[in-house]
């Protein structure tokens, strides 16, 4: 009997998931800095992005637009929460402005989300 119930449960294409797991991290993007190396003449400017929960893959796309030069870079961090990436810059004075532009691949929908954080500040000396 209830072999015969199993299988006309089958036979309708029943399917059942388990979604206890799959709520939806929340993630927090930064963009920190710059910090400086003493005697080096490099800025350093922090880049990084935290989640709740481990998530596949996090992408930090990190961009610092200077009065004298432009530099950018990125790096991923696979099956983790955090990810974090730095960027030097030699000082000069002027405006900075710096982007974390993250992306978030989480399950279930495997899809890229994106983050961002922008910072900027003014050096007159």
Not at 47 to 63: E, K, L, P, Q, R
Not at 114 to 123: D, F, M
Request: hydrophobic share 40%; proline share 5%; aromatic share 8%.
């Amino acid at each position: 009997m209830t072999g015969l119930l199993l299988m006309g449960l089958a036979s309708l294409h029943l399917v059942t998931a388990d979604v206890s797991g799959a709520a939806v991290p929340t993630c927090q993007a930064t963009a920190e800095g710059p910090t400086f190396g003493l005697g080096t003449g490099l800025m350093y400017f922090h880049f990084t992005t935290t989640c709740d929960a481990v998530v596949n893959a996090i992408t930090v796309n990190a961009s610092v637009d200077g009065p004298r030069q432009d530099r950018s870079g990125s790096k991923t961090c696979v099956d983790s929460s955090t990810c974090t990436y730095v960027l030097s810059v030699p000082y000069a004075r002027g405006t900075w402005l710096w982007t974390n532009a993250s992306a978030i691949v989480s399950q279930p929908s495997s899809k890229s989300v994106p983050l961002s954080a922008t910072n900027a500040v003014t050096y007159s000396q």
